[in-house]
């Protein structure tokens, strides 16, 4: 994974670098932790099960941590997610589930 690869994924790199002192080691490592952690995982079964209020939780924190590093294509349905279930939304996920999810996998490609 590159920085030029991260850009044209659509990560807003000049954030997420700058976020991390301009250190591009750092901020690609931290790219790599984020889309190897379980959470997306466990937010998408908390959803499966109903659970909204763990399900929150986990995206609230997924969103920060994504928000964080500038993973704009991951942030930006990941916020709309966690407004839906901040408000306890009765709808069907599953579309900003599988949207973030192929985002995801994208990243993992590079």
């Given amino acids: 994974m590159t920085i030029?690869?991260?850009?044209?994924f659509g990560a807003d790199?000049?954030?997420g670098l700058n976020?991390?002192?301009?250190?591009a080691d750092?901020?690609?490592?931290?790219?790599?932790?984020?889309?190897?952690d379980p959470s997306f995982s466990q937010l998408a079964a908390a959803i499966a099960?109903?659970?909204?209020?763990?399900?929150?939780e986990m995206a609230h924190a997924l969103k920060g941590v994504y928000g964080n590093i500038a993973l704009t294509p991951v942030y930006e349905p990941m916020c709309k997610l966690t407004e839906l279930?901040?408000?306890?939304?009765?709808?069907?996920?599953?579309?900003?589930i599988n949207q973030i999810s192929i985002k995801l996998n994208e990243l993992r490609q590079l």
Avoid: P, W
């Avoid at 976020?19 to 250190?23: E, H, K």
């Fill in 4 to 8: 030029k690869q991260l850009k044209s």
């Fill in 13 to 15: 790199t000049e954030t």
């Fill in 19 to 23: 976020r991390c002192l301009g250190n």
């Fill in 26 to 36: 750092f901020y690609i490592n931290l790219v790599e932790m984020a889309i190897k």
């Fill in 49 to 56: 099960q109903n659970n909204l209020d763990a399900a929150f």
């Fill in 85 to 96: 279930l901040r408000n306890r939304t009765d709808t069907d996920y599953s579309q900003l």
